[in-house]
Antibody, heavy 122, light 110 residues
Framework: QVQLQESGPGLVKPSETLSLTCNVSGGSISSYYWHWVRQPAGKGLEWIGRIYATGDTNYNSSLKSRVTMSVAPSKSKVFLSLSSVTAADTAVYYC????????????????WGQGALVTVSS | QTVVTQEPSLTVSPGGTVTLTCASGTGPVTSGDYPNWFQQRPGQAPRPLIYSTNNRHSWTPARFSGSLFGGKAALTLSGAQPEDEAEYYCLLYFGPARVEFGAGTRLTVL
């Protein structure tokens, strides 16, 4: 069974960089897209961006100037970096897996991590 | 940023049927927008329910079904159970490289 686990500092100071890791177990990084999604307390889901196993990325235009995603396939890890954070970046951050089925043409999100709460505060 | 619109809240009686919808600010939702639906219970991560309009995951109860109706993506719950009380989010693709979530529908089973 594939499992995703987010980890990283739970507290980040304003103007600093938020860094999270998604550890993937029970499956390979290869041939999948890896998304980061965040959710402020009591609010909805916001797509941050995605990275393919090759390192190709797509980011939400509203966050693009501050987001960097990377992968370490040999370590089964996916990374998120968000710079110049403010209190508005306080949220639970999730990683999720997506794959594209060539035969059916379907885009399929199938597994999510449990999420990591990151608070931005001095 | 395109807006994806869902009903803020809906209520269904136990055993009843309810339809949640998902509209796009760019026009009618089509199968080419690959609608996905997710269920999120309080304190839990989102759980995928439906992909590409009407395909259930292996873990998705048969009482959930997806469709297109009236220019929107739709999630229909037939025979609501107490455990179906949750927040439901749709997700649409805007081209192959951008997705957007709806604001969510809070479903009450009462």
């Amino acid at each position: 069974q594939v499992q995703l686990q987010e980890s990283g500092p739970g507290l980040v100071k304003p103007s600093e960089t938020l860094s999270l890791t998604c550890n993937v177990s029970g499956g390979s990084i290869s041939s999948y897209y890896w998304h980061w999604v965040r959710q402020p307390a009591g609010k909805g889901l916001e797509w941050i961006g995605r990275i393919y196993a090759t390192g190709d990325t797509n980011y939400n235009s509203s966050l693009k100037s501050r987001v960097t995603m990377s992968v370490a396939p040999s370590k089964s890890k996916v990374f998120l970096s968000l710079s110049s954070v403010t209190a508005a970046d306080t949220a639970v951050y999730y990683c999720a897996r997506e794959y594209y089925n060539l035969l059916t043409g379907h885009y399929i999100w199938d597994f999510w991590g449990q999420g990591a709460l990151v608070t931005v505060s001095s | 940023q395109t807006v994806v619109t869902q009903e803020p809240s809906l209520t269904v009686s136990p055993g009843g049927t309810v339809t949640l919808t998902c509209a796009s600010g760019t026009g009618p939702v089509t199968s080419g927008d690959y609608p996905n639906w997710f269920q999120q219970r309080p304190g839990q991560a989102p759980r995928p329910l439906i992909y590409s309009t009407n395909n259930r995951h292996s873990w998705t109860p048969a009482r959930f079904s997806g469709s297109l109706f009236g220019g929107k993506a739709a999630l229909t719950l037939s025979g609501a159970q107490p455990e179906d009380e949750a927040e439901y989010y749709c997700l649409l693709y805007f081209g192959p490289a951008r997705v957007e979530f709806g604001a969510g529908t809070r479903l009450t089973v009462l």
